[in-house]
């Protein structure tokens, strides 16, 4: 299901592995000839187009990941001057997981946000009716969990905006925060999430409870090493790492009440995710003289 634009970009880039790897090739020649050594040119080629597609693959993992440039429209972190910090859950709803999930934070009087895809809200309207009948925010996790960069605009923009549809359908509420697929996403992406309404939420620490054979312990001492003022911590309530339903979060629910007492016993506030993003600095403002 390889589409025009996605063919188009590949072309492209594969245009410019040639010409990275010509500039590696040119510049160990010279550098061969200025020490006047020798190599088989057929290694030297293999060699320069090796380097070329390394190159290729680490700007283009840091284009999809991280962007270029100053982004002030994605949040990956809160204030880091507070002690307020938000978790967050992808990937769900799950009746499996969601509920417990749900079960722990309404004990514990915690608010959480869900990041949900569109096809698992279909499924589970009434878990995610539960999760806006609890007080919990929702976001956006895209229709099926695809990797947008690699998407049409037309199937990007489907994406997003038919899980958006679904999810004010079965909750009545509309999505204010968008999550891209494991975190990848780019320029068509960000113009059309400012153009919804939707701001684009990341993460500063991920619980990795995705990995296969995650253990409780794992995930509690993670957040614990790891987590600061300001954080917004990735959980998921679904999902494997391949398909986006079927995972075992079994390690993530046993976690949950644990994290959330070494949390409290650092001093941190679990708060909305709003109100972790939109709280100004508390400090109160200098004294000014102003002409009357
Ligand atoms: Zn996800």
Not at 10 to 37: A, D, E, P
Not at 125 to 136: K, L, N, S
Not at 253 to 259: F, I, M, Q, R, T
């Amino acid at each position: 299901m390889i589409n025009l634009e996605f063919a188009l970009r590949v072309v492209v880039l594969l245009g410019i592995v040639g010409l990275i790897s010509f500039m590696y090739w040119s510049i160990g020649n010279r550098t061969l000839r200025f020490f006047r050594l020798k190599a088989p040119r057929m290694w030297m080629a293999l060699f320069s187009i090796l380097l070329g597609a390394l190159t290729m693959f680490l700007l283009l993992t840091v284009w999809v990941y991280h962007g270029f440039g100053y982004q002030p429209d994605i949040y990956r972190v809160g204030n880091r001057i507070s002690n307020k910090v938000a978790l967050t859950f992808d990937d769900g709803p799950s009746e499996e997981f969601t509920l417990p999930i749900l079960d722990i934070l309404k004990e514990l009087d915690v608010p959480a946000t869900f990041f949900m895809v569109g096809k698992h809200v279909e499924k589970y309207p009434h878990v995610a009716q539960r999760i806006v009948e609890d007080g919990h925010s929702i976001g956006n996790h895209t229709q099926n969990h695809r990797n947008l960069p690699t998407l049409s605009t037309r199937e990007l923009q489907k994406e997003v905006m038919e899980a958006a549809a679904i999810i004010l359908e079965t909750t009545g509420v509309y999505p204010a925060f968008v999550r891209p697929p494991r975190g990848m996403y780019d320029d068509r992406f960000r113009r059309l999430a400012t153009l919804l309404g939707q701001e684009i939420v990341l993460w500063s620490v991920s619980t990795r409870d995705w990995r296969y054979g995650v253990t409780a312990t794992y995930i509690e001492r993670l957040v614990d090493s790891q987590v600061r003022g300001g954080d917004i911590i990735l959980f998921h309530d679904s999902g494997s790492l391949v398909k986006c339903e079927g995972g075992d979060r079994k390690a993530t629910v046993s976690s949950l009440a644990n994290v959330i007492t070494i949390l409290r016993a650092k001093g941190l506030e679990i708060v909305p995710l709003d109100e972790l993003l939109h709280t100004a600095p508390a400090e109160t403002f200098p004294q000014v003289d102003r002409p009357e």
